[in-house]
């Protein structure tokens, strides 16, 4: 399937999702978040083992579209707001893997989408941050949930209540990112990390996932129950009976 402001790119297993409207500096719209939505199930479907998010030309996401939103009545507001969660969830549940490859503005609906994402990467010259309260609004697609998570509560509410926009530096002191690189070699670095996941056994990689998703969605205590279940069920599968053998054998697992 091919779509006007997104696109679907394959390395291999490494599926890259760009959004693509860089003259709104990418931001969502309906057209853009349905896209966004086919193109995570395609990908899933052909059997991704890493799916990046990244923004065409210098912005990753500016945000929803104000634009669109301004007009909004409440209830069309519900559609909107449920509409990008449904991307949000459809990046957190994917079956392997997400990298944000920040290269630009990640604001509100943005920021929420790389929060979406299991690990994010920066480029040096990336700001990020939930600005939604300078709208009037609130984060609409996750953040009030995910980024006290992330970075804590004091730093989610500082960066929440006054929608202060970090620099890629402070935002990774933050812990909202894991890695910030200069702007030139992003790509490069994302497509290694992609690569040392790709080769990761996917169903014990699908399953970690699960069992943190469980536990950092949930409460914790259905977490380590989950992840109690989800440890047991691993053992018995070729991955883990090769990789255990490789160990005890001194050599490099083959892994289905
Ligand atoms: N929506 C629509 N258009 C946008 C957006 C946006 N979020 N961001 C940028 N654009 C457009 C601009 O309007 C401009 O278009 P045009 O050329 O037609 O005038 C073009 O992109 C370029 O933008 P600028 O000229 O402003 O570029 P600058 O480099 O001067 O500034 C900034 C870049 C700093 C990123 C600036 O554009 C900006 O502040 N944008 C808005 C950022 C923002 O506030 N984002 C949060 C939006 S709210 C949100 O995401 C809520 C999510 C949850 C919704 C849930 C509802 C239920």
Not at 8 to 18: P, Q, R, Y
Not at 69 to 75: D, G, P
Request: glycine share 10%; aromatic share 6%.
């Amino acid at each position: 399937m091919s779509w006007d402001t997104v696109r679907l790119e394959w390395d291999g297993d490494v599926a890259t999702l760009t959004v693509d409207r860089p003259d709104a500096l990418n931001a969502l719209n309906v057209e853009t978040l349905e896209a966004m939505g086919e193109a995570l199930e395609e990908a899933a479907d052909e059997g991704a083992r890493v799916l990046v998010l990244t923004g065409a030309g210098d912005a990753f996401i500016a945000g929803a579209d104000i634009k669109y939103m301004r007009e909004l009545s409440a209830e069309a507001a519900q559609d909107w707001g449920e509409l990008g969660h449904d991307v949000a969830d459809a990046l957190k549940a994917f079956p392997a893997p997400t990298v944000a490859a920040v290269n630009g503005y990640a604001f509100g609906g943005g920021c929420e989408m790389a929060l979406a994402c299991d690990l994010r990467v920066a480029a040096e010259s990336a700001l990020i941050g939930n600005t939604e309260i300078d709208l009037g609004i609130i984060p609409g697609w996750g953040a009030t949930q995910r980024l006290p998570r992330l970075v804590g509560d004091e730093t989610a509410r500082r960066m929440i209540f006054l929608g202060e926009r970090l620099d890629a530096a402070s935002a990774a002191e933050a812990g909202l990112f894991g890695e910030v690189v200069p702007d030139d070699d992003l790509t490069d670095v994302v497509g290694e990390l992609a690569d040392r996941l790709a080769a990761q056994p996917a169903f014990a990689m699908q399953t970690a996932k699960q069992a943190i998703n469980q536990g950092l969605e949930g409460s914790q205590e259905s977490g380590l129950a989950y992840e109690k279940r989800a440890f047991a069920s691993l053992f018995g599968t070729h991955d883990q009976r090769e990789g255990m053998a490789a160990f005890v054998e001194d050599r490099d697992p083959e892994f289905e």
